[in-house]
């Protein structure tokens, strides 16, 4: 089992900028990939961006240039931070955990993006 805490989420003018953390714990394997995914009220839910334990990175194309990825494999941390954020933004951001066989899920957290 692996646990993910989502945090970072709140309500930011358009314009502004947010850095989310997901912490993972629990039976974490070496070679993974974590992520941040969005769910906008009504949508699917859709990819942001996602990251390897050996650094690789791949962003949805409307994202590239203004959030970026990152993570801590020390830590078991893995950050977004958003910048230049738009109204279009607001939705529930999250973290998602894979490691080739398992599959875990963050309980989402929260950006509201004010115009």
């Known amino acids: 089992q692996v646990q993910l805490v989502e945090s970072g989420g709140g309500l930011v003018q358009a314009g502004g900028s947010l850095r989310l953390s997901c912490a993972a714990s629990?039976?974490?394997?070496?070679?993974?990939?974590m992520g941040w995914y969005r769910q906008a009220p009504g949508k699917q839910r859709d990819l942001v961006a996602t990251?390897?334990?050996?650094?690789?990175?791949n962003y949805e194309d409307s994202m590239k240039g203004r959030f970026t990825i990152s993570r801590d494999n020390a830590k078991n941390t893995v950050y977004l931070q958003m910048n230049s954020l738009k109204p279009e933004d607001t939705a529930v951001y999250y973290c998602?955990?894979?490691?080739?066989?398992?599959?875990?899920w963050g309980q989402g957290t929260q950006v509201t993006v004010s115009s």
């Open positions: 998602r955990y894979y490691d080739g066989r398992d599959e875990y």
């Open positions: 629990g039976s974490i394997f070496r070679f993974n990939t």
């Open positions: 990251i390897t334990s050996g650094g690789n990175t």
